[in-house]
């Protein structure tokens, strides 16, 4: 070592780097994703070289990308060489309960990539760029590239369906009569729901496109007695009669005014007595680390919306005439935020 150098303490340097270098795991763990690693090691322990053969790899860079994942947890590696999985890298599996397989495998979509290399634009403006990006909407957007489409919804769409059991264990659905799911895709959240309260029928609705695979997962729950499917937009007239609506992440998809008219929609559909209930990530409000504080910037870039403290939410509520009465934490980072009209 030179006479001049000095010893200095470089550790936050490096724990930034490592930080920095997040996006690089990131794109490792999607590439496991889209080749079944974590599949092909569901029945046990195997070499890299087994592992490549499975997924049609190259044998080295299957081992590098194994050896690199493991150090996070994400697969682990055995005394003799060996890779199996590990409590992280099941969640890779096609099959897991709670499978964050499909989210994985957005994050190496091209065009993700090229959105969030815009989020520069987003931040010095502090407007949605994907519209001027793409020259239309994000939600023209994806009508015209449905593959696309069909990957984020279905990435986005898993972990939605991961929330719901904590919310079902969280909140006692069996006192309501007709619960109306807004904008809730193929009627996941509602099917757990009217299991919870036999004596209840649901409504569930939301664009005729997002509903194709409902009729099947009623009757496969076996609520499709109790269940019917009208049709609608993000900010249409909503049925009425309801005493329970629910708002599963949809609030957090608008804007002030976008938000203050879905939430007045619901205020004139329900009934005096009725319930809203927004299912949300709720900020902390000391900036804590919280997954809704990533999930924000998401919204952030693509859509113009955020996610919101409960400060946030209760001024809004406020101004489409509702009163929030509890806020509900469940074993997820989502929340419920019970409101009525008042």
Known sequence: M????????????????????????TQAISVAARLGIADVLADGPLSAEDIALRVEADPRATHRILRALSGHKVFAVRPDGRYENTALSDKLREDAQDSMRKFAQLMSHPLLHEEWGHLLTTVRTGEANLPKLRGMSTLDFFHAN?????????????????????????????????????????????????????????????FEIATVDSASLFEEAGVADRCTV??????????????AYLFKRIIHNFS????????????????PDGKLLCI??????????????????????????????????????ARAGFRISRVIPTASPISIIEAIPV
């Open 146 to 206: 449905h593959s696309y489409a069909a990957a984020f919804f279905q990435a986005f769409g898993k972990v939605s369906e991961s929330e719901t059991d904590p919310v079902l264990a969280a909140y006692d659905f069996s006192g309501f009569h007709t619960v109306v799911d807004v904008i809730g895709g193929r009627g996941y959240l509602l099917a757990g729901v009217l299991q919870q309260a036999p004596d209840a029928r649901g409504v569930l609705y939301d």
């Open 256 to 271: 002030e005014e976008d938000a203050l008219t879905a939430l007045r929609n619901a205020h004139e559909a329900i009934g």
């Open 230 to 243: 009208e049709h609608g937009g993000y900010l249409g007239k909503l049925p009425k009669g309801g005493d």
């Open 2 to 25: 030179p006479a001049s150098a000095e010893v200095r303490d470089q550790s936050d340097s490096y724990a930034l780097l490592e930080l920095i270098q997040g996006a690089v795991i």
């Open 280 to 317: 949300e990530y709720v900020l902390p409000e000391n900036n804590e680390r919280h997954i809704g504080h990533t999930i924000d910037l998401w919204l952030m870039l693509m859509i113009g919306s955020q996610d919101r403290t409960l400060a946030q939410y209760t001024e809004l509520f």
